[in-house]
Protein backbone atom coordinates (compact mmCIF):
# COMPACT_ATOMS: atom_id res chain seq x y z
CA UNK A 1 0.00 0.00 0.00
CA UNK A 2 2.97 2.43 0.32
CA UNK A 3 3.14 3.31 -3.32
CA UNK A 4 -0.60 3.99 -3.11
CA UNK A 5 0.02 6.50 0.08
CA UNK A 6 2.92 7.93 -1.82
CA UNK A 7 0.67 8.85 -4.71
CA UNK A 8 -2.12 10.22 -2.85
CA UNK A 9 0.28 12.85 -0.64
CA UNK A 10 2.00 13.79 -3.69
CA UNK A 11 -0.84 14.25 -4.86
CA UNK A 12 -1.97 16.39 -2.01
CA UNK A 13 1.50 18.35 -1.55
CA UNK A 14 0.28 19.78 -5.40
CA UNK A 15 -2.96 20.31 -5.17
CA UNK A 16 -3.05 22.38 -1.57
CA UNK A 17 0.41 24.51 -3.37
CA UNK A 18 -1.82 26.42 -5.82
CA UNK A 19 -4.10 28.44 -3.22
CA UNK A 20 -1.11 29.72 -1.53
CA UNK A 21 0.77 30.20 -4.15
CA UNK A 22 -2.16 32.74 -5.82
CA UNK A 23 -0.56 35.67 -4.67
CA UNK A 24 2.96 35.01 -6.09
CA UNK A 25 1.39 34.45 -9.80
CA UNK A 26 -0.97 37.72 -9.12
CA UNK A 27 2.12 40.14 -9.27
CA UNK A 28 4.35 38.08 -11.60
CA UNK A 29 1.54 38.21 -13.87
CA UNK A 30 0.05 41.84 -12.61
CA UNK A 31 -3.09 40.57 -12.78
CA UNK A 32 -6.17 41.15 -10.55
CA UNK A 33 -7.40 38.68 -7.84
CA UNK A 34 -10.41 38.44 -9.86
CA UNK A 35 -8.62 37.91 -12.97
CA UNK A 36 -6.19 35.48 -11.13
CA UNK A 37 -9.36 33.59 -9.82
CA UNK A 38 -9.24 31.52 -13.36
CA UNK A 39 -6.14 29.88 -12.30
CA UNK A 40 -7.80 27.42 -9.36
CA UNK A 41 -11.06 27.17 -11.44
CA UNK A 42 -9.34 25.71 -14.86
CA UNK A 43 -7.39 23.73 -12.27
CA UNK A 44 -10.51 22.39 -10.50
CA UNK A 45 -12.16 21.51 -14.04
CA UNK A 46 -9.15 19.52 -14.96
CA UNK A 47 -10.31 17.55 -12.30
CA UNK A 48 -14.02 17.10 -12.62
CA UNK A 49 -13.63 16.48 -16.18
CA UNK A 50 -10.92 13.59 -16.60
CA UNK A 51 -12.31 12.09 -13.22
CA UNK A 52 -15.54 11.71 -15.35
CA UNK A 53 -13.73 10.73 -18.17
CA UNK A 54 -11.82 8.24 -17.05
CA UNK A 55 -14.53 6.60 -14.59
CA UNK A 56 -15.59 4.42 -18.31
CA UNK A 57 -12.28 3.90 -19.34
CA UNK A 58 -10.29 3.17 -16.41
CA UNK A 59 -11.57 -0.96 -16.29
CA UNK A 60 -10.71 -1.47 -19.87
CA UNK A 61 -7.14 0.25 -19.88
CA UNK A 62 -6.16 -1.34 -16.50
CA UNK A 63 -4.45 0.19 -13.88
CA UNK A 64 -0.91 0.42 -15.03
CA UNK A 65 -2.42 2.22 -18.15
CA UNK A 66 -4.38 4.63 -16.27
CA UNK A 67 -1.44 5.89 -13.71
CA UNK A 68 1.07 6.03 -16.69
CA UNK A 69 -1.61 8.41 -18.46
CA UNK A 70 -2.02 9.84 -15.48
CA UNK A 71 1.58 10.93 -14.76
CA UNK A 72 2.39 11.89 -18.16
CA UNK A 73 -0.37 14.48 -17.80
CA UNK A 74 1.15 15.58 -14.03
CA UNK A 75 4.73 15.51 -15.50
CA UNK A 76 3.92 17.69 -18.99
CA UNK A 77 1.94 20.05 -16.07
CA UNK A 78 4.79 20.14 -13.53
CA UNK A 79 7.32 21.06 -16.56
CA UNK A 80 5.36 23.59 -17.64
CA UNK A 81 5.08 25.23 -14.07
CA UNK A 82 9.12 25.07 -13.84
CA UNK A 83 10.13 26.70 -16.60
CA UNK A 84 7.33 29.15 -17.96
CA UNK A 85 5.48 31.79 -16.42
CA UNK A 86 2.84 33.14 -18.76
CA UNK A 87 -1.00 33.16 -18.06
CA UNK A 88 -1.56 30.84 -20.87
CA UNK A 89 1.27 28.24 -19.69
CA UNK A 90 0.23 28.52 -16.05
CA UNK A 91 -3.56 27.70 -17.35
CA UNK A 92 -2.68 24.84 -19.29
CA UNK A 93 0.01 23.67 -16.26
CA UNK A 94 -2.64 23.46 -13.44
CA UNK A 95 -5.41 22.27 -15.72
CA UNK A 96 -2.84 19.06 -16.51
CA UNK A 97 -2.40 19.05 -13.06
CA UNK A 98 -6.15 18.84 -12.45
CA UNK A 99 -6.47 16.06 -15.16
CA UNK A 100 -3.56 14.10 -13.69
CA UNK A 101 -4.32 14.19 -10.16
CA UNK A 102 -7.93 13.11 -10.71
CA UNK A 103 -6.67 10.13 -12.78
CA UNK A 104 -4.18 9.30 -10.39
CA UNK A 105 -6.60 9.49 -7.14
CA UNK A 106 -9.13 7.60 -9.32
CA UNK A 107 -6.14 4.95 -9.96
CA UNK A 108 -4.97 4.71 -5.98
CA UNK A 109 -8.69 4.49 -5.00
CA UNK A 110 -9.56 1.41 -7.32
CA UNK A 111 -6.35 -0.13 -6.88
CA UNK A 112 -6.39 0.62 -2.78
CA UNK A 113 -10.10 -1.19 -2.73
CA UNK A 114 -8.56 -4.35 -3.79
CA UNK A 115 -6.94 -5.12 -1.22
CA UNK A 116 -8.48 -7.62 1.49
CA UNK A 117 -8.14 -4.92 4.13
CA UNK A 118 -8.19 -1.55 2.81
CA UNK A 119 -6.90 1.56 5.04
CA UNK A 120 -9.16 4.10 3.54
CA UNK A 121 -8.40 6.05 7.15
CA UNK A 122 -4.45 6.27 6.33
CA UNK A 123 -5.33 6.78 2.79
CA UNK A 124 -7.29 9.88 2.93
CA UNK A 125 -4.83 10.59 6.55
CA UNK A 126 -1.82 10.84 3.82
CA UNK A 127 -3.66 13.02 1.73
CA UNK A 128 -4.40 15.32 4.94
CA UNK A 129 -0.37 15.51 5.76
CA UNK A 130 -0.29 16.64 2.40
CA UNK A 131 -2.48 19.51 2.58
CA UNK A 132 -0.98 20.52 5.79
CA UNK A 133 2.92 20.52 4.75
CA UNK A 134 2.18 22.47 1.27
CA UNK A 135 1.51 25.77 2.48
CA UNK A 136 4.83 25.20 4.51
CA UNK A 137 6.78 24.41 1.59
CA UNK A 138 5.67 26.98 -0.65
CA UNK A 139 6.13 29.33 2.80
CA UNK A 140 9.78 27.92 2.98
CA UNK A 141 10.66 28.43 -0.64
CA UNK A 142 9.05 32.23 -0.39
CA UNK A 143 10.25 33.14 2.19
CA UNK A 144 13.85 31.90 1.42
CA UNK A 145 13.30 34.11 -1.81
CA UNK A 146 13.75 30.57 -4.02
CA UNK A 147 11.27 31.07 -7.08
CA UNK A 148 8.43 28.28 -6.75
CA UNK A 149 9.48 26.67 -9.88
CA UNK A 150 11.99 25.32 -8.27
CA UNK A 151 9.40 23.48 -5.59
CA UNK A 152 7.35 22.08 -8.75
CA UNK A 153 10.89 20.94 -10.12
CA UNK A 154 11.70 19.33 -6.71
CA UNK A 155 7.76 17.14 -6.97
CA UNK A 156 9.07 16.63 -11.08
CA UNK A 157 11.37 14.30 -9.70
CA UNK A 158 9.34 12.82 -7.21
CA UNK A 159 6.13 12.42 -9.89
CA UNK A 160 8.95 10.79 -12.15
CA UNK A 161 10.21 7.85 -9.20
CA UNK A 162 6.58 7.05 -8.83
CA UNK A 163 6.25 6.67 -12.22
CA UNK A 164 9.39 4.22 -12.45
CA UNK A 165 7.76 2.38 -9.73
CA UNK A 166 4.93 1.88 -11.59
CA UNK A 167 6.30 0.93 -14.36
CA UNK A 168 8.00 -1.78 -12.28
CA UNK A 169 4.95 -2.44 -10.42
CA UNK A 170 2.29 -5.40 -10.80
CA UNK A 171 -1.41 -4.67 -10.28
CA UNK A 172 -4.57 -6.54 -9.88
CA UNK A 173 -6.07 -7.58 -13.38
CA UNK A 174 -9.36 -5.01 -13.01
CA UNK A 175 -10.18 -5.40 -16.67
CA UNK A 176 -13.75 -6.20 -17.61
CA UNK A 177 -16.19 -8.06 -20.03
CA UNK A 178 -18.10 -4.85 -21.43
CA UNK A 179 -21.44 -6.65 -21.52
CA UNK A 180 -20.98 -8.20 -18.01
CA UNK A 181 -20.66 -4.11 -17.00
CA UNK A 182 -23.66 -3.41 -19.02
CA UNK A 183 -26.34 -5.94 -17.59
CA UNK A 184 -24.87 -5.05 -13.99
CA UNK A 185 -26.21 -1.32 -14.43
CA UNK A 186 -23.64 -0.52 -11.29
CA UNK A 187 -25.44 3.26 -11.41
CA UNK A 188 -28.53 1.78 -10.33
CA UNK A 189 -27.98 0.18 -7.53
CA UNK A 190 -28.44 2.31 -4.18
CA UNK A 191 -25.48 1.85 -2.59
CA UNK A 192 -23.67 3.34 -5.70
CA UNK A 193 -26.01 6.77 -6.26
CA UNK A 194 -26.60 7.13 -2.34
CA UNK A 195 -22.41 7.10 -1.87
CA UNK A 196 -21.99 9.64 -4.69
CA UNK A 197 -24.86 12.00 -3.75
CA UNK A 198 -23.36 11.42 -0.21
CA UNK A 199 -20.07 12.44 -0.67
CA UNK A 200 -21.35 15.33 -3.68
CA UNK A 201 -22.48 17.20 -0.33
CA UNK A 202 -20.31 15.87 2.26
CA UNK A 203 -17.25 17.56 0.02
CA UNK A 204 -19.49 20.86 -1.16
CA UNK A 205 -20.13 21.30 2.84
CA UNK A 206 -16.82 20.41 3.84
CA UNK A 207 -14.49 22.69 1.17
CA UNK A 208 -17.11 25.26 1.31
CA UNK A 209 -17.00 25.76 4.94
CA UNK A 210 -12.99 25.84 4.95
CA UNK A 211 -12.63 28.32 1.85
CA UNK A 212 -14.67 30.54 4.17
CA UNK A 213 -13.98 29.77 7.52
CA UNK A 214 -11.30 32.61 7.56
CA UNK A 215 -13.85 35.17 6.81
CA UNK A 216 -16.42 33.66 9.58
CA UNK A 217 -13.63 34.05 11.64
CA UNK A 218 -13.12 37.80 10.88
CA UNK A 219 -16.72 38.26 11.47
CA UNK A 220 -16.21 37.09 14.73
CA UNK A 221 -13.62 39.68 15.57
CA UNK A 222 -10.60 37.79 15.40
CA UNK A 223 -7.41 38.65 13.61
CA UNK A 224 -5.99 36.97 10.43
CA UNK A 225 -3.40 35.59 12.19
CA UNK A 226 -5.46 33.56 14.77
CA UNK A 227 -7.72 32.40 11.79
CA UNK A 228 -4.60 31.00 10.34
CA UNK A 229 -4.08 29.25 13.58
CA UNK A 230 -7.58 28.10 13.98
CA UNK A 231 -7.39 26.63 10.53
CA UNK A 232 -4.09 25.28 11.27
CA UNK A 233 -5.29 23.64 14.18
CA UNK A 234 -7.96 22.13 12.03
CA UNK A 235 -6.52 20.73 10.03
CA UNK A 236 -4.32 19.07 12.45
CA UNK A 237 -7.10 17.51 14.19
CA UNK A 238 -9.25 16.66 10.98
CA UNK A 239 -6.07 14.69 9.28
CA UNK A 240 -5.89 12.70 12.98
CA UNK A 241 -9.26 11.46 12.35
CA UNK A 242 -8.65 10.13 9.12
CA UNK A 243 -5.75 7.75 10.55
CA UNK A 244 -7.66 6.91 13.52
CA UNK A 245 -10.10 5.75 11.36
CA UNK A 246 -9.05 2.39 10.50
CA UNK A 247 -8.27 1.53 14.05
CA UNK A 248 -11.50 2.58 15.03
CA UNK A 249 -13.85 0.27 12.79
CA UNK A 250 -12.31 -2.25 14.72
CA UNK A 251 -14.58 -1.68 17.34
CA UNK A 252 -17.56 0.28 16.07
CA UNK A 253 -19.71 -0.69 12.76
CA UNK A 254 -19.78 1.67 9.60
CA UNK A 255 -23.61 2.53 10.25
CA UNK A 256 -23.10 3.64 13.77
CA UNK A 257 -20.01 5.28 12.78
CA UNK A 258 -21.00 7.19 9.83
CA UNK A 259 -24.10 8.37 11.18
CA UNK A 260 -22.39 9.14 14.78
CA UNK A 261 -19.90 11.66 13.32
CA UNK A 262 -22.09 13.28 10.64
CA UNK A 263 -25.01 14.23 13.33
CA UNK A 264 -21.90 15.72 15.53
CA UNK A 265 -20.43 17.88 12.39
CA UNK A 266 -23.95 19.46 11.90
CA UNK A 267 -24.07 20.17 15.78
CA UNK A 268 -20.84 21.70 16.31
CA UNK A 269 -20.82 23.90 13.25
CA UNK A 270 -24.08 25.11 14.17
CA UNK A 271 -23.07 25.80 17.74
CA UNK A 272 -19.99 27.26 16.06
CA UNK A 273 -22.03 30.31 14.20
CA UNK A 274 -24.07 30.88 17.45
CA UNK A 275 -22.07 30.86 20.19
CA UNK A 276 -18.31 31.75 18.17
CA UNK A 277 -15.94 29.68 19.80
CA UNK A 278 -12.75 28.40 18.11
CA UNK A 279 -13.09 25.19 19.93
CA UNK A 280 -16.29 24.00 18.44
CA UNK A 281 -14.73 24.68 15.33
CA UNK A 282 -11.77 22.12 16.19
CA UNK A 283 -14.28 19.53 17.22
CA UNK A 284 -16.23 20.12 13.63
CA UNK A 285 -12.85 19.25 12.44
CA UNK A 286 -12.66 15.94 14.26
CA UNK A 287 -15.74 14.56 13.73
CA UNK A 288 -15.93 15.62 10.38
CA UNK A 289 -12.37 14.19 9.05
CA UNK A 290 -13.32 10.49 8.73
CA UNK A 291 -17.01 10.86 7.12
CA UNK A 292 -15.39 10.70 3.46
CA UNK A 293 -13.11 8.00 4.02
CA UNK A 294 -15.71 5.40 5.42
CA UNK A 295 -18.48 6.17 3.19
CA UNK A 296 -16.04 5.74 0.16
CA UNK A 297 -14.56 2.52 1.93
CA UNK A 298 -17.77 1.07 2.12
CA UNK A 299 -18.88 1.34 -0.62
CA UNK A 300 -15.41 0.12 -2.36
CA UNK A 301 -15.23 -3.09 -0.28
CA UNK A 302 -18.92 -3.56 -0.62
CA UNK A 303 -19.81 -3.41 -4.57
CA UNK A 304 -18.35 -5.85 -7.31
CA UNK A 305 -14.57 -4.85 -7.91
CA UNK A 306 -15.31 -4.22 -11.88
CA UNK A 307 -17.62 -1.70 -10.40
CA UNK A 308 -15.74 0.51 -7.91
CA UNK A 309 -13.21 2.60 -10.79
CA UNK A 310 -16.60 3.74 -12.46
CA UNK A 311 -17.67 4.48 -8.77
CA UNK A 312 -14.39 6.49 -7.94
CA UNK A 313 -14.38 8.50 -11.08
CA UNK A 314 -17.73 9.53 -11.16
CA UNK A 315 -17.27 10.57 -7.23
CA UNK A 316 -14.35 12.72 -7.82
CA UNK A 317 -16.08 14.40 -10.63
CA UNK A 318 -19.22 14.86 -8.26
CA UNK A 319 -16.81 16.56 -5.52
CA UNK A 320 -15.92 18.68 -8.28
CA UNK A 321 -18.69 19.86 -9.30
CA UNK A 322 -20.36 20.17 -5.56
CA UNK A 323 -17.15 22.54 -4.00
CA UNK A 324 -17.76 24.81 -7.11
CA UNK A 325 -21.89 24.75 -6.74
CA UNK A 326 -21.20 25.67 -2.47
CA UNK A 327 -18.53 28.09 -1.93
CA UNK A 328 -20.56 29.96 -5.47
CA UNK A 329 -23.78 30.04 -3.10
CA UNK A 330 -22.22 30.69 -0.20
CA UNK A 331 -20.01 33.86 -1.50
CA UNK A 332 -23.07 35.22 -3.05
CA UNK A 333 -25.26 34.89 0.68
CA UNK A 334 -22.07 36.41 2.18
CA UNK A 335 -23.73 39.88 0.24
CA UNK A 336 -25.92 39.65 3.56
CA UNK A 337 -24.41 37.67 5.92
CA UNK A 338 -21.48 35.69 6.55
CA UNK A 339 -23.13 33.86 9.11
CA UNK A 340 -25.92 32.68 7.60
CA UNK A 341 -23.75 31.82 4.79
CA UNK A 342 -22.81 29.02 6.65
CA UNK A 343 -25.93 27.48 6.98
CA UNK A 344 -25.62 26.10 3.28
CA UNK A 345 -22.83 23.51 4.67
CA UNK A 346 -24.82 22.86 7.53
CA UNK A 347 -28.05 21.66 5.74
CA UNK A 348 -25.18 19.78 2.92
CA UNK A 349 -24.16 17.85 5.85
CA UNK A 350 -27.81 17.32 7.10
CA UNK A 351 -28.61 15.36 3.48
CA UNK A 352 -25.44 13.32 4.21
CA UNK A 353 -27.24 11.89 7.44
CA UNK A 354 -30.28 11.46 5.75
CA UNK A 355 -29.07 9.64 2.76
CA UNK A 356 -26.79 7.87 5.10
CA UNK A 357 -29.60 6.98 7.25
CA UNK A 358 -31.78 5.61 4.37
CA UNK A 359 -29.13 3.51 2.89
CA UNK A 360 -29.87 -0.49 3.29
CA UNK A 361 -26.86 -2.75 2.25
Request: charged share 10%; hydrophobic share 55%; proline share 3%.
Amino acid sequence: MLFIFLNIFLGALLANSIAPLMPTFQEKLNATVAFSSFIPVVNTAGTTIFSFIISFFINKLGLKRTYFIGYTFLLFSLLILSFFESLNFILIGVFLMGAGLSIIFTSSTTFLSHFKDPKFGVFHGFFGLGGILSPMFVSFFLKSRISYKYLYLVYLFLGVFLLVWNINMKFPDIKINENSFSKSKPYLKPLFYITVLSLFFYSASEISAITWASNLFLEFGFTKQQAALFLSIFWGVFTFSRFLMDFLLKFVNFRLYVLTITSLSFIFLSLLIVLKMPFLFYLFGLSMGAIFPLIQRNANIKLDKSEVGFLNGITYSATGIGSLLFISIMGYISKFSIRAMFVVPIIGLAVVFLLQKNLRD
